[in-house]
């Protein structure tokens, strides 16, 4: 340990070192010059980041649980029993992919719903293990870790898989990290967290779902997963793939200039197996009767008497999203959030009989009120429709059939979520009601009817990036269908049937959707044509926060470049009791860009700011 390196701070700043650990590996250079470049790229403080990246148990100075230090990984990782041989196309991506072994090189794995990605990432990672290196395994959410741990374990039976991710107990995280660290576990599989754990024989990076906006944290380091994921295989020299059906205008744009290499699996896997055929219900010929058009009940009639699963879609949790009076225009809201409060039925605790109201946006619940507050009406309605409505309208409908309900409220407890998923994969569940936790990269080989119910909101939205997204999710949830021999049917209600992206959807052209998108994003001028960062303030007043905002910008000098627009509220302006603005500033230069944003954060983290909260946004993705 070196004790002479002089510090350029003064003394009174510094502080006295307790103790080092000695029960954890030591970490790289290459690691710290990771969470250099991330500190800086996203205007965090250096030690913040560091210590916001490591498991809790190692952020104090006690000694290490025995359990999580004596968990010893062995490997033998030349076992390779893969479940299919691969198709022509498949064999292909691999051999490209694996040419680059040994440096870097960024390919974006653009395959069909069902065109077997997941085979791909085995053989690559196969070829990675013979070579004794690390292969880290990125995805967007906790829910699609079991699936493909199992897939891991069968085809890698020798070898040491690690799970990193905040779902874990404190322990077992800890465990999978110092095997990380170590380089004894060979595969690390995760959510965005890992990419930041230490990798001595990193190898490859596979990013599956590339194009999910979940990689994005939005809190502390408000790092893009999917970004630092592939810095850091620069870092490495070591190939990265961004696996996904639908990629980001981003990752697509990046092909487009020659960052990326495409590569394609342009066909299902399953000898047969076609894309679903996508038809457009239009909400106002067929009128619908509580939520659903006559076409899509019959749909799913048919197939309950054939046996086939339905997969019924609606973002919108809770039972209905207003509870209102009829008689003088009441509707329950949040006191906390300029937002609307969630009614939510009794089913999940059944010491409220009458179910509660739940803000979505602060978590603030309050009981259902037996009488308008207002006007004392005492017959209030719910309106319009969540998750659990229709699942107590298909209940009814439909009682004989098997029903299940899929989103966040259903899935508190994830052992619960992973028993439901396995029984609709065995094909235990005849309905599935869900969110777009349904949507993201599972596989019921029973399915063969996709039912959207209402995509419209995304389509109003003022959001830049609502038709991506709404694309993404949509040929994502749309892609669970038909994935075996039986051919599958997607039906999407909707009041606007003529909408360019339906169309799209129904061709399943995402290259023709990306590129109109992206010729709108080119002449408004919006990312991926320019960067973006956004400055956010929040206090109990408006004014307090726009008023930061107005002067934080007068403070600094704007260089050539850069433009900095006035501060706006966001669209739901009070959150939690904080009313919330942000300013956004763009550059078509990125270093211009950072400069800017770098001199404004300096200058901000100097002055003390009591009255307002804040911070920086680099590449924000979300804007409400
Ligand atoms: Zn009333
Ligand atoms: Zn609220």
């Known amino acids: 340990m070196q004790t002479d390196t002089p510090s350029q701070l003064p003394r009174s700043k510094l502080k006295s070192l307790l103790a080092i650990r000695d029960d954890a590996p030591r970490l790289s250079s290459e690691w710290l010059e990771l969470m250099r470049f991330l500190a800086s790229y996203y205007q965090r403080p250096l030690g913040e980041s560091v210590i916001g990246s490591l498991p809790p148990r190692l952020r104090s100075v006690k000694p290490l649980p025995r359990k999580a230090v004596a968990t010893s990984m062995a490997s033998s990782p030349q076992?390779?029993?893969?479940?299919?041989?691969?198709?022509a196309a498949q064999a292909d991506v691999v051999s490209r992919a694996s040419a680059s072994l040994g440096r870097f090189e960024a390919f974006l794995l653009h395959g069909v719903t069902g065109s077997g990605k997941t085979e791909v990432y085995l053989h690559l990672i196969a070829r990675v293990l013979e070579r004794g290196g690390q292969a880290l395994v990125i995805v967007p959410e906790i829910s699609l870790t079991p699936q493909l741990e199992t897939r891991f374990r069968q085809t890698f039976p020798g070898a040491a898989i690690a799970l990193l991710h905040s779902g874990l107990e404190d322990v077992a995280r800890t465990s999978s990290w110092l095997a990380a660290a170590r380089g004894d576990a060979?595969?690390?599989?995760?959510?965005r967290l890992a990419?930041?754990?230490?990798?001595?024989?990193?190898?490859?990076?596979?990013?599956?779902?590339?194009?999910?906006?979940s990689f994005k944290q939005q809190e502390g380091l408000r790092y893009s997963g999917r970004d630092a994921a592939v810095y850091r295989a620069k870092l490495a020299g070591c190939p990265v793939l961004l696996g996904t059906a639908t990629p980001s205008l981003e990752s697509w744009s990046n092909w487009q200039q020659k960052r990326y290499v495409r590569l394609e699996l342009p066909e299902r896997a399953v000898p047969g197996a076609r894309l679903p055929e996508v038809r457009v219900l239009d909400l106002r010929r067929?009128?619908?009767?509580?939520?659903?058009?006559?076409?899509?009940?019959?749909?799913?009639?048919?197939?309950?008497?054939?046996?086939?699963?339905?997969?019924?879609?609606?973002?919108?949790?809770?039972?209905a999203p207003v509870l209102a009076c009829e008689a003088c225009g009441w509707a329950a809201g949040c006191a906390r959030c300029s937002a609307r409060m969630v009614m939510h039925a009794a089913a999940e605790r059944s010491r409220e009989p009458h179910g509660?109201?739940?803000?979505?946006?602060?978590?603030?619940?309050?009981?259902?009120?037996?009488?308008c507050p207002t006007c004392g009406n005492v017959d209030l309605r719910p309106m319009g429709r969540g998750t659990q409505r229709i699942e107590e309208t298909l209940g009814a409908r439909f009682p004989a059939a098997r029903l299940e309900r899929i989103d966040r409220d259903s899935a508190r407890r994830r052992s619960d979520l992973n028993r439901t998923l396995e029984r609709a994969q065995r094909g235990e569940i005849d309905i599935l009601v869900g969110t777009q936790l349904l949507a993201k990269g599972h596989d019921f080989p029973g399915l063969t009817l996709v039912v959207v119910l209402n995509a419209d909101t995304a389509l109003l939205s003022t959001d830049y990036r609502a038709a991506e997204r709404l694309f993404a999710v949509l040929e994502q949830v749309a892609g669970r269908a038909g994935r075996r021999d039986r051919p599958g049917?997607?039906?999407?209600?909707?009041r606007y049937p003529e909408h360019p992206l339906f169309a799209a959807l129904a061709r399943h052209d995402y290259a023709g959707f990306a590129q109109s998108q992206l010729a709108e994003r080119k002449a408004a001028g919006f990312?991926?044509?320019?960067?973006?960062?956004?400055?956010?303030?929040?206090?109990?007043?408006?004014?307090?926060?726009?008023?930061?905002?107005?002067?934080?910008?007068?403070?600094?000098?704007?260089?050539?470049?850069?433009?900095?627009?006035?501060?706006?509220?966001?669209?739901?302006?009070?959150?939690?009791?904080?009313?919330?603005?942000?300013?956004?500033?763009?550059?078509?230069?990125?270093?211009?860009?950072?400069?800017?944003?770098?001199?404004?954060?300096?200058?901000?983290?100097?002055?003390?700011?009591?009255?307002?909260?804040?911070?920086?946004?680099?590449?924000?993705?979300?804007?409400?």
């Open 527 to 624: 990312p991926p044509y320019v960067f973006e960062a956004a400055l956010r303030a929040e206090a109990p007043k408006l004014e307090t926060a726009m008023r930061f905002l107005r002067e934080a910008a007068r403070r600094v000098d704007r260089p050539e470049g850069v433009q900095v627009y006035d501060p706006v509220p966001h669209v739901i302006t009070r959150r939690a009791g904080y009313e919330r603005a942000q300013l956004i500033m763009q550059s078509s230069s990125r270093p211009a860009l950072q400069a800017y944003v770098g001199a404004l954060g300096a200058q901000l983290f100097d002055a003390a700011h009591r009255e307002v909260r804040w911070h920086l946004d680099v590449d924000p993705i979300e804007f409400d």
């Open 186 to 191: 060979s595969i690390i599989l995760g959510t």
């Open 489 to 494: 049917e997607v039906l999407v209600q909707t």
């Open 356 to 371: 509660r109201l739940r803000c979505h946006h602060c978590g603030a619940e309050d009981a259902i009120p037996r009488a």
């Open 79 to 87: 076992e390779f029993k893969p479940a299919h041989t691969l198709t």
């Open 286 to 319: 067929e009128t619908p009767e509580q939520g659903f058009t006559p076409s899509s009940v019959s749909a799913i009639a048919a197939r309950l008497e054939r046996g086939e699963q339905s997969l019924i879609f609606l973002n919108r949790r809770g039972y």
């Open 195 to 213: 990419v930041l754990a230490p990798l001595p024989k990193l190898a490859l990076v596979l990013i599956d779902e590339e194009h999910d906006t």
